[in-house]
């Protein structure tokens, strides 16, 4: 099954705006990650988040979990055309092996100056 | 965290060729991944290298196509071998560190295969 999903697949907004990205997943988990690409680079770790917990913040970033419905979101406030890339979300199933990660296929976000 | 790096960053091969892609980190780590990244698509793991015994491929990776060498706790290596145009792909390992899970990934290695 496809862990990790999010949406929207593209999301383009103006500099200055906030720009909320959502993540399903259909397994339960013991942690997920939230990572951000710029143009085909590296990902660059962004925030992990529990599922003992239910909200966490860094800087201009915070992420929720729901693990009742098997979702997350990230949201960026303030946004900056630097903020431009793809972010995705990770997730390790309980149980087993649980440092595979699964990502889902990304949020494009566009910031435009 | 982990300062990691990848050689080569990009490398542009002929079809039937083998490439080795290398991975280095800046501290010891049990765990070291490697994902590939197919055009406009996300992450999937091939395998997770551990040091002192081989590594475990994931379903539809197999050692043959993409042997692995996890030499010590800092370093290894992932080749891609007889490639075809469908193996051009980043390549990222990644490594876990410290409590928690947390993953953290090199800058990639870009492979266009002609």
């Known amino acids: 099954s496809q862990q990790g999903e999010e949406d929207p697949q593209a999301l383009s907004i103006q500099e200055g705006e906030n720009a909320t990205m959502n993540c399903s997943y259909k397994t339960s988990i013991n942690n997920l990650q939230w990572y951000r690409q710029n143009s085909g680079r590296g990902l660059v770790h962004l925030i992990l988040?529990?599922?003992?917990?239910r909200e966490k913040h860094s800087g201009r970033l915070r992420v929720t979990l729901d693990t009742s419905k098997k979702s997350s979101s990230l949201l960026i406030t303030a946004s900056r055309a630097a903020d431009t890339a793809s972010y995705f979300c990770?997730?390790?199933?309980?149980?087993?092996?649980?440092?595979?990660?699964?990502f889902g296929k990304g949020t494009l976000l566009t910031v435009n100056p | 965290s982990a300062v990691i790096s990848q050689k080569p960053s990009r490398d542009i091969c002929q079809r039937g060729t083998s490439l080795t892609i290398q991975c280095q980190v800046d501290s010891q780590v049990t765990m070291m991944f490697w994902y590939r990244q197919q055009p406009g698509q996300s992450l999937t793991l091939i395998a997770t290298a551990n040091q002192g015994s081989e590594a475990t491929y994931e379903s539809g990776f197999v050692i043959d196509k993409f042997p692995i060498s996890r030499p010590n706790l800092t370093f290894s290596t992932l080749t891609v071998s007889n490639m075809s145009p469908e193996d051009s792909s980043i390549y990222l390992c990644s490594v876990e560190v410290g409590y928690g899970n947390e993953q953290f990934f090199g800058p990639g290695t870009r492979l266009t295969v002609l």
């Open positions: 988040i529990r599922s003992n917990e």
């Open positions: 990770a997730t390790d199933a309980s149980g087993g092996s649980n440092y595979k990660l699964t």
